[in-house]
């Protein structure tokens, strides 16, 4: 018995060849092929004319109190991105982590809250996962200068940095010893490298002391324990090495140390630290990264030297609060 139909419904049959159903089949198909193209040209034109990672919502950064200064260190896994502001409202961005899609979007977000008045850049070294993501950083947000490292790279990422900081009217300056960085209160000496000679690419990296007030932070990039040794034996045969006119470096009791590469065993030697002692360690690495980042060997003599650790891969990014006082605080996210 079949089922009657609702009262008013009707229905027409048109009979068709195989051919016809194929021809239809085959219209169907490739209608729906043209609406996926259309759809997908449409969202590359937006994109072009208003890149989604702008759409990014700010981070909320909770505005500095009167006198304070922050270093931020952004967690980008294996890599490295160090942000210092100032409280005159500049900022000195210390690497931009290696330009993977997530990084760039925690970056992106970072800086349209941050609300620099004006940034500075420093590419520590030509790796990746150094430089890999200042060109995007560059190129929304623009600089004043660029430092580069004493030796290049012919990588897509190192040239697109160079790229985008020339579009966008960067300084762009090699990086050496005795370039000084003045922030009013604050300021930031270049300690190495050496010259433009260098020929290796972890010992040529930007190494930076900072000195507010009382407050002092040292970042080492990747420079390896021959380089520490190196600093360490030139500081100890003259303890003014490092200073130019009125601005003084003094690597005794350093308040922040940037670990060196990651926290590779082949860095943080036990002279180096015994010279800085530093009261805080901040180490940037991925989580299970392939290295074996930090090393235990790291971890144990920066321990031994009575300094505490904090891990951008245990606790994501971390930030120093400090004051010219010498007083700081370490807070993470």
Sequence with gaps: MRPAKPRGAFAIQIPMTRNERKKLQWVRKWVTVGLAVLLVLA????????????????RAIAAP??????????????????????????????????????????????????????????????????????AYILEYFGAKTLYLPAIGSDDAAYTDMQTEAEKRGAEIKTAKRYEILDYGEAYVSFLSPYSQEETETNEASTVLYLQYGEFSALFTADINAKREEKLRQEYEAMQSIFDYKDYTVRLEDIDVLKVAHHGSDASSNAQWLALLKPKASVIS???????????????????????????????????????????????WE
Excluded at 43 to 58: D, E, G, H, I
Excluded at 289 to 315: K, M, V
């Design 43 to 58: 969202v590359a034109v937006f994109n072009a004319l208003c890149p989604f990672r702008t759409l990014l919502a700010a």
């Design 65 to 134: 109190v009167e006198g304070e200064l922050r270093i931020y260190f952004l967690d980008v896994g294996q890599g490295d991105c160090t942000v210092v502001s100032f409280p005159n409202g500049e900022a000195l961005v210390i690497d931009g982590g290696d330009g993977s899609w997530k990084n760039d979007d925690h970056l992106m977000r970072f800086f349209k809250g941050l609300h620099a008045k004006e940034l500075t850049f420093v590419s520590s070294h030509a790796d990746t996962d150094h430089c890999g993501g200042l």
């Design 285 to 331: 690495c991925g989580r299970g990264n392939p290295y074996g980042h930090p090393s235990g060997g790291a971890l144990q003599r920066l321990f031994d030297c009575g300094s505490e650790i904090y891990r951008t891969d245990e606790l994501g990014d971390i930030m120093i609060s400090a004051f010219p006082d010498g007083n700081f605080e370490v807070t």
